[in-house]
């Protein structure tokens, strides 16, 4: 009886020896891991640091863009009624003229 208790207990030995084994293998994996996942966090944070750099010359640069639009805008504008007031004043001289010639002799009118 002493030996099929003692080979019993030499496979219930084994196995659990086997147990720890794959127990340390799992805890080497997810040590691995841990390590990978600690090392993404810091590029995840050196990226978001990279792009608070980016960030800062980007909006200046929009800001600047968003003037430059008001600036051709106002610019747009005052072309407009430039083109306007020198239009009246052309048309004026225009009828002025047409005023002041003397009417053509031999033709009907």
Known sequence: MEREVRARFERIEAILD??????????KR?????????????????????????????????????EGIKIVR????????????????LDSLLVTKIRRQPPVRGSAV
């Open 18 to 27: 086997a147990i720890a084994r794959r127990q340390d293998r799992a805890e």
């Open 30 to 66: 997810q040590d691995r891991a841990d390590r990978r996942q600690d090392r993404f966090e810091q590029q995840l944070q050196a990226s978001a640091a990279r792009g608070d750099r980016i960030d800062k010359p980007l909006q200046a640069t929009a800001k600047l863009v968003a």
């Open 74 to 89: 106002g610019l747009a504008r005052d072309t407009r009624e430039l083109k306007r007031s020198q239009k009246a004043f």
